[in-house]
């Protein structure tokens, strides 16, 4: 019943980590693509008019974020850690007996 627990557990991370792969390679080229990093490096160059048109500038930043791909991968990273919990569970108890 351990072993067996053992075993899922790990084939849960398994996958976990197949999707997760492929969906941060997704949000990496939804990131190159939506602009987003030239709203954050103007965070840099012109503090002055960003702290004057916060508002705006927050705005324009979760506009422009990949919104989809962005909670897809933190769903899958939040997969992978429930995994990893579980299967550190099943291996505490396994060691028990």
């Known amino acids: 019943m351990l072993t067996r627990r053992l075993i899922l557990n790990t084939f849960g991370i398994v996958m ?20 987003l990093r030239q709203f954050l490096t103007l965070l840099f160059s012109d503090f002055a008019l960003i702290t004057a048109n916060i508002g705006d500038y927050v705005l324009t930043l979760l506009e ?13 990273l939040l997969a992978i850690i429930f995994s990893l919990a579980k299967l550190a569970d099943s291996y505490s108890d396994f060691k028990k007996i």
């Open 64 to 76: 422009s974020a990949p919104a989809t791909s962005l909670s897809l991968t933190l769903i899958a």
């Open 16 to 35: 976990s980590l197949l999707v997760f792969i492929p969906l941060t390679m997704k949000l990496l080229s939804d990131l190159a693509e939506s602009g």
